[in-house]
C-alpha cells in the first residue's frame, strides 16, 4: 500500500454477527491490505482468538504486557493439564523435549548458528540479570578491572538500569549513560552519541568492558540501529556486548548473526503471542561465556541453555508453546512478516491521525518506529512530571477506558509551549480504529473541559 | 477454555475475610468422595506416593488460579498496578499467620526453595567478594543437602573462595539424639583449623532419605559454636509438619507451598528474621524495585504470571474444610503414612529407616535386600521401573552401608540398602500401598534383579 492510499483511505470496521469476523473494507480503495485477505480465507477469528480481552478496553498498549490469543491460551492448559495429571512422568518424559522443541523454533526463527545458542528464561529481566551477573564474577575474577567503564543508553529500561547498579557498578565498574535527544530525528544523532560515550569510557587508560543496547528503547519507543553501535563496539574491542531487545522479535526483524552481539534477549510474550511469560537470551558463543543462571540447580554446569532449562519445580507451561504461537501465526499471510508490516503500517496512520488532530507532533519518527509510536499530548494538559504521567494513565485508564503509557519529557530551555507528553501507542491484531478513534476522543475532551495535570496536586 | 469464567465476576468479593480463622460454611467437613473429586485430574489407574516431590493442586485451587490469569488476560496493565500488589500482600499476611513471623517484612514470595537458596548464597557470595568473609571462611551444609542447594554453595561460595564444611548424619536413625551429636562433632571437626563458620544450612525436612530435622536444637549449638547465620532449608516443611519460625530461631527460612500446603506450581515462602544482617539481601533477577527490601523485590521480578502466588487466600479456605484444617490434615497424613510404612515393612520383611516420630508425611521404607539396589542408577532405573511396569510412581533411595559387615538386614538377612520415599496426601487411598506392595512382592517372586535394568540415556 502507498502512502497516498494511507491518507485517502476510510477504514470502516463492518463486525459479521453471523461468522463472527471482522472484516476491514476501504470505502475509497478496492485495494484490501493482503492479511485482511488472509484473515477471511482462512477463517482467523480474531474476536473470538481475543475474546478474552476486556471489550470495553480502548487497548492500545500491547508493549507493555504484550497478548496471547484464545489457541495458545489453550496449547498452554494442555501442557499445565499434563504435569497436575502425572508430574513425575511430565518431568522425566515430557518436559526437557517440549523446551528442546521450543529453543529449536526460536534458533530458526531468529536465524541462530545453533540451539546451543538458545536459552529459554522467564524475561528479558532475568536475561539481563544472567549477562551482568557474569560481567560481576569477570570483576571480582580480575578480568576487568575496577573502574573499567559499561555503556547503556540513558533511555535504557529501568530495570536493566538497576541490574546494571547491582551488579556492575557494585563490583566496581562505571557507568557511562548515552544522553540522546528526544524528540529524535535519526540514527545519525544516535550513533554519534554512542561514539562520544564509547569515547569517553576510554578516557584515563580504562578499558569500555561492556556495552548494554537496546534494540527497542521502551520510553521514549525508538528502534536503535543496533548493527551499526555493534560495529563501533567490535572496533573499540568492547569484552560483552549485550543487546536489550525486549521489544523485538514479533515487531521488527531480528536476525542474530548480522546483528553480531554476544548476547541478545527478547521476550515472546509481548509480541510473539505467547503467554507470560518467555523470553529468549542468544548467546553468540555459549561455550567460552561462562554464564550461569543465578537459580542454581543440579543442572548448574552444563551449559546456561539446560541450567535454564531447570530452575527447580514451577510452572514451565508459557515455555513450551512456541511452536503453537508460531502455528498462529503462520495462518496469517505472509506470516510474522506480514503481521509486522500490517502492525506498523496501521501504527503509523493511527499516529498521524492522533497527531492532525490534537495539533501535536510525533516524538519519534515513523522510520524509526516499529510497532510502537510516540505521539505528542497537547501542551495545554500541562504534563510537568513523571508522576503526571502515572495519573494521566491512571485517569484515561478510569474514566475513559483507554489503556495507554505515556512519556514525560521535559522542556529544554527556552521552549514556547513545549510537548512535554507523548503516548506510546501500539498496534497488534486485535486493535481496530475505534480504539484510537476513543482515544482521540478522551483527549479531546480533557482539553475542552479545561483539563491540566494540575488537578493531581490537590 | 473450561472454566474460566466471563469477564464480570469478581472472584474477590469472596476473599474478604481472615481466612485463618474462618470456620467452614457448613457442619460437615469435607467428604472423602468430595476429596477425591478435588483430585480427579490425577491420572487414573497410578498409585501416586510420590507427594513429596512435585506437590499436587485441588481442582478448586486450579479454577481459582484461572480467574487469576484470566484477570491478568483481560486487562494486564490493570492487574498488574491495581490487583497484583495487593494480593501479595494478602498472602504475604496469611503466610506470616501461618509460620508465626513477627512481621510482614519478614515474608517473602520466591518460586521455590532452589531460588531461596540462590537468595541466601549470593548474598553470601557478595560478602566474600566484598571483604566481609575472608577466603577461607566456611559454610556448614549437611550431606544430604538437596543437590540444587550443594551446587548453588559450589556456585556461590566456592567460586568466591570459601570452603564448605560437610557433615554426615547416620542412616537409617534412630533418635534425635544420634543427629546432634553427629552435628556437633561434624561442626567441631569443620572448625578445627580456625576456620570462622558464617553460616549453616540444615534441611529442617531432609529430602532423601526423608527425616526430621531436630532444627530448634541444631539453630541453638550453631550459636554456642559461633556460626554467624544460620539458613534452614524447609522444602517439604509447610503443610506436613508444624512450623514456627520465631520459636526455631533461624536467620533464614524457605518452605515450598506447592508440595504439601495444596498450591499451585510454584510457590515458597522465605522468611528472614529481621536483623542488620539480612537486610542486604537481594532477589538475583533485579527490577526497578530493587533496594525496596527483598519482599519488594521479589513480588516483582519483570512481566511474568504470579496467579501461583496469589492463591494462599483459597487454599486457607480449602484446607479449612477439613476437620481440623491444616494440623488435622498432617496428623491424619502422618498417622496413615506410618500404619502403610509398617504394613509395607511387614509384607516384605523388612523396617522404616527412622522412628515414626521422625517421620513427617513421609516414611522411608527398606526394600528386599534381594532387589539389588546397589547404586544411585539402581534406584532410578527401579523408579522408571516401577512406572513403566507396574505404575507405582515412588522415589527410590540408594543408601551405601557405612561398613561391609554391618546395616540394617532384611528378615532374609540380605543388608537393606535401598529403601522406598513413600508420601501420604489427602488423595491417596490403601489401594495405592497395596499396589506398590504387590509390585514388589511380584518382583521377588519373579526372581527381579536391578542388575537386569538398563539405565535409560
Given amino acids: 500500500m502507498s502512502s497516498d492510499d494511507l491518507s485517502d483511505n476510510h477504514y470502516h470496521h463492518n463486525t459479521d454477527e453471523e461468522n463472527g469476523t471482522i472484516t476491514t473494507t476501504e470505502t475509497l480503495n ?74 529449536e523454533a526460536i534458533k530458526t526463527l531468529i536465524n541462530a548458528n545453533h540451539v546451543d545458542e538458545i536459552s529459554i528464561v522467564d524475561n528479558a529481566t532475568t536475561g539481563a540479570a544472567i549477562v551482568l551477573q557474569h560481567v560481576k564474577w569477570s570483576f571480582f575474577e580480575s578480568k576487568f578491572n575496577a573502574g573499567d567503564t559499561a555503556v547503556m543508553l540513558h533511555y535504557a529500561y529501568g530495570a536493566v538500569k538497576r541490574s546494571v547498579e547491582a551488579y556492575v557498578t557494585r563490583a566496581g565498574g562505571h557507568v557511562i549513560e548515552v544522553k540522546m535527544p528526544y524528540p529524535v530525528t535519526s540514527n545519525n544523532e544516535i550513533i554519534r552519541s554512542f561514539k562520544n560515550a564509547l569515547e569517553l569510557g576510554k578516557l584515563n587508560n580504562r578499558k569500555v568492558r561492556l556495552a548494554v543496547i537496546d534494540h527497542i528503547t521502551s520510553m521514549p519507543s525508538v528502534v536503535i540501529p543496533v548493527k551499526e553501535l555493534v560495529k563501533l563496539c567490535r572496533e573499540e574491542g568492547v ?152 495519573k494521566l494513565r491512571s485517569h484515561l485508564r478510569d474514566c475513559f477506558k483507554v489503556e495507554v503509557p505515556i512519556y514525560y519529557k521535559q522542556p529544554k530551555d527556552g521552549e514556547v509551549d513545549p510537548v512535554t507528553g507523548y503516548a506510546r501507542i501500539s498496534h497488534q491484531i486485535y486493535n481496530t480504529v475505534d480504539d484510537y478513534y476513543r482515544f482521540r476522543d478522551a483527549i479531546c475532551n480533557l482539553v475542552s473541559s479545561g483539563f491540566t495535570c494540575k488537578v493531581f496536586q490537590d | ?23 467452614p460454611k457448613f457442619s460437615s467437613f469435607i467428604t472423602q468422595s468430595q476429596i477425591q473429586q478435588e483430585f480427579a485430574h490425577h491420572q487414573p489407574g497410578v498409585a501416586r506416593i510420590n507427594n513429596g516431590s512435585f506437590g499436587s493442586c485441588p481442582g478448586s485451587i486450579i479454577a481459582a488460579q484461572k480467574r487469576w490469569q484470566l484477570k491478568f488476560l483481560q486487562q494486564p496493565d490493570d492487574f498488574f498496578f491495581n490487583q497484583l500488589p495487593a494480593q501479595i500482600i494478602r498472602s504475604r499476611t496469611l503466610i506470616k499467620n501461618l509460620i508465626n513471623a513477627d512481621d510482614i517484612s519478614e515474608v517473602s514470595i520466591v518460586d521455590n526453595a532452589t531460588t531461596a537458596a540462590a537468595i541466601v548464597l549470593q548474598h553470601v557470595g557478595w560478602a566474600f567478594a ?142 528472614c528474621r529481621k536483623s542488620s544482617l539480612s537486610s542486604d539481601l537481594h ?96 534406584a ?55 499396589k506398590f506392595r504387590d509390585a514388589v512382592n511380584q518382583m521377588m517372586q519373579d526372581g527381579f534383579n536391578c542388575k537386569m535394568l538398563v539405565s535409560r540415556e
Fill in chain 1, 30 to 103: 478496492n485495494h484490501n491490505s493482503s492479511l485482511c485477505k488472509k484473515i477471511n480465507l482462512f477463517h482467523i477469528d480474531i474476536r473470538s482468538e481475543f475474546s478474552h480481552h476486556n471489550p470495553t478496553v480502548a487497548r492500545i498498549n500491547n508493549g507493555s504486557f504484550g497478548s496471547c490469543p484464545t489457541s495458545v491460551i489453550e496449547a498452554q492448559q494442555r501442557y499445565r493439564l499434563r504435569f497436575f495429571q502425572q508430574p513425575d512422568a511430565f518431568y522425566l518424559n515430557h518436559l526437557k523435549p517440549s523446551i528442546l522443541r521450543s529453543r
Fill in chain 1, 239 to 390: 569484552d560483552c556486548i549485550f543487546v536489550d531487545a525486549a521489544h523485538a522479535i514479533g515487531s521488527i526483524e531480528v536476525d542474530v548473526q548480522d546483528i553480531g552481539a554476544d548476547f541478545y534477549t527478547s521476550n515472546l510474550h509481548k509480541w510473539l503471542f505467547c503467554p507470560p511469560s518467555i523470553a529468549f537470551l542468544h548467546c553468540r558463543n555459549p561455550e567460552l561465556s561462562n554464564l550461569h543462571h543465578p537459580v542454581v540447580s543440579h543442572e548448574y554446569g552444563n551449559g546456561i541453555a539446560i541450567e535454564s532449562s531447570w530452575v527447580g519445580t514451577r510452572d514451565y507451561s508459557a515455555q513450551l508453546v512456541v511452536p503453537e504461537a508460531l502455528e498462529f501465526v503462520n495462518r496469517f499471510e505472509d506470516g510474522l512478516d506480514g503481521i509486522r508490516k500490517w502492525n506498523h503500517e496501521k501504527v503509523v496512520e493511527m499516529a498521524e491521525m492522533l497527531v492532525k488532530v490534537w495539533g501535536t507532533n510525533l516524538g519519534t519518527p515513523l522510520d524509526m518506529c516499529s510497532s510502537m509510536a510516540m505521539v505528542g499530548l497537547p501542551a495545554c494538559l500541562g504534563i510537568r512530571s513523571d508522576s503526571d504521567t502515572l
Fill in chain 2, 1 to 23: 477454555m473450561g472454566e474460566i469464567r466471563s469477564h464480570g465476576d469478581n472472584p474477590e468479593d469472596d476473599n474478604n475475610h481472615n481466612h485463618l480463622q474462618k470456620k
Fill in chain 2, 130 to 271: 566484598e571483604g566481609r568473609f575472608n577466603k577461607g571462611d566456611a559454610v556448614v551444609m549437611l550431606h544430604c543437602a538437596f543437590q540444587a542447594v550443594k551446587k548453588s554453595i559450589e556456585a556461590y561460595v566456592t567460586r568466591a573462595g570459601g570452603s564448605v564444611i560437610v557433615v554426615h548424619l547416620p542412616f537409617p536413625i534412630n533418635s534425635n539424639e544420634e543427629i546432634l551429636s553427629e552435628f556437633r562433632l561434624g561442626l567441631a571437626k569443620g572448625k578445627s583449623n580456625g576456620r570462622k563458620v558464617r553460616l549453616a544450612i540444615i534441611d529442617h525436612i531432609t529430602s532423601m532419605p526423608s527425616v526430621i530435622i531436630p532444627v530448634r536444637e541444631l539453630v541453638t549449638i550453631c550459636r554456642e559454636e559461633g556460626v554467624n547465620q544460620v539458613f534452614v532449608d524447609a522444602a517439604h516443611a509447610v503443610g506436613s509438619i508444624p512450623v514456627d519460625v520465631q520459636a526455631i530461631g533461624a536467620d533464614f527460612y524457605v518452605s515450598n507451598l506447592h508440595k504439601w500446603f495444596f498450591c499451585p506450581p510454584s510457590v515458597a515462602l522465605l522468611y
Fill in chain 2, 283 to 378: 532477589h538475583p533477577v533485579v527490577s526497578h524495585e530493587y533496594g525496596n527490601g527483598l519482599a519488594i523485590e521479589s513480588a516483582w521480578i519483570g512481566t511474568r504470571d504470579y496467579s501461583s502466588q496469589m492463591l494462599v487466600p483459597e487454599v486457607i479456605d480449602f484446607v479449612n474444610r477439613f476437620d481440623g484444617g491444616i494440623h488435622g490434615i498432617i496428623k491424619r497424613n502422618h498417622d496413615a503414612v506410618i500404619e502403610m510404612g509398617k504394613m509395607l515393612a511387614k509384607s516384605w520383611g523388612t523396617n522404616l529407616g527412622s522412628p515414626p516420630e521422625m517421620c513427617p508425611s513421609m516414611a522411608m521404607v527398606g526394600l528386599p535386600s534381594c532387589l539389588g539396589v546397589l547404586s544411585d542408577d539402581d
Fill in chain 2, 380 to 434: 532410578l532405573n527401579l523408579r522408571n521401573h516401577l512406572r513403566d511396569q507396574f505404575r507405582v510412581e515412588v522415589p527410590i533411595h540408594y543408601q551405601p552401608l557405612k561398613d561391609a559387615e554391618v546395616g540394617p538386614r532384611d528378615e532374609g538377612c540380605g543388608f537393606i540398602t535401598g529403601y522406598a520415599r513413600i508420601s501420604h496426601q489427602v488423595y491417596n487411598t490403601i489401594d495405592d500401598y497395596l
